[in-house]
């Protein structure tokens, strides 16, 4: 069983649109995370979201929202889609108090 | 806040070599460390954390590292290298009794050569 499942794997959209990456994970885990990795491989927290709380990243356009239907699910939603926004997007889920985090595979999104 | 430091961006090594790889941090408190591997087109794998106790942590595929607080630094090494250890490698920090958000650093590219 895949622990952090994230889809699609591949995202191919033009500027403008509007588009969702869905999360998953079945851990049980209480806290999920949304990362952004440009095409340098720098890792960019966007949003940490567990039951209680939602933290943003003040950078994060507010075009990008999280949205949790229930605690084994954060999805991505993004508006109005820009050429910078092409990267992949990883989900990302974290129990305390071991703390470490557990990687969806990805989604690598195009803008065109 | 805390930052982390990948002083190399890429380190090449033959194979059979050994390798380290350097993280530095910075925080005002107490903190978690963390090394993740990412091979090829795949997500972030953990290969070893430090929590407490023994400065020396070791990890899967015969990676160690030894967190040195008076340095505050958690430098990666394997004593000897795979080809299929090339990967991208992050060193990452948490604070503790904090709301857990793990800072990464930019990340070291790791190049065996046979």
């Known amino acids: 069983d895949t622990a952090v499942s994230q889809t699609p794997k591949y995202l191919v959209t033009q500027m403008g649109n509007d588009k969702s990456i869905k999360c998953e994970q079945n851990?049980?885990?209480?806290?999920m995370y949304w990362y952004k990795q440009d095409s340098k491989k720098f890792l960019k927290i966007m949003f940490s979201y567990n039951n209680k709380e939602l933290i943003i990243n003040e950078t994060v356009p507010n075009r990008f929202s999280p949205k949790s239907p229930d605690k084994a699910h954060l999805n991505l939603h993004i508006n109005s889609l820009e050429l910078g926004d092409s990267a992949v997007y990883f989900c990302a889920s974290s129990q305390a108090p071991t703390t470490e985090a557990f990687f969806g595979q990805g989604t690598r999104l195009t803008v065109v | 806040a805390q930052s982390v430091t990948q002083l190399d961006s890429q380190v090449p090594v033959f194979e059979e070599a050994p390798v380290e790889l350097r993280c530095n941090y910075s925080s005002s408190v107490s903190v978690y460390l963390f090394w993740y591997v990412q091979y090829p087109n795949q997500g972030l794998q953990l290969l070893l954390k430090?929590?407490?106790?023994?400065?020396l942590v070791k990890g899967i595929n015969g990676f160690e590292a030894e967190f040195n607080k008076s340095q505050t630094s958690f430098h990666l090494r394997k004593p000897s290298v795979h080809i299929s250890d090339t990967a991208e490698y992050f060193c990452?920090?948490?604070?503790?009794?904090?709301?857990?958000?793990?800072?990464f650093g930019r990340g070291t590219s790791l190049i065996v050569h046979p």
């Open positions: 990452a920090v948490s604070q503790m009794g904090g709301s857990y958000i793990p800072t």
């Open positions: 851990l049980g885990h209480d806290t």
């Open positions: 430090y929590l407490s106790g023994s400065t």
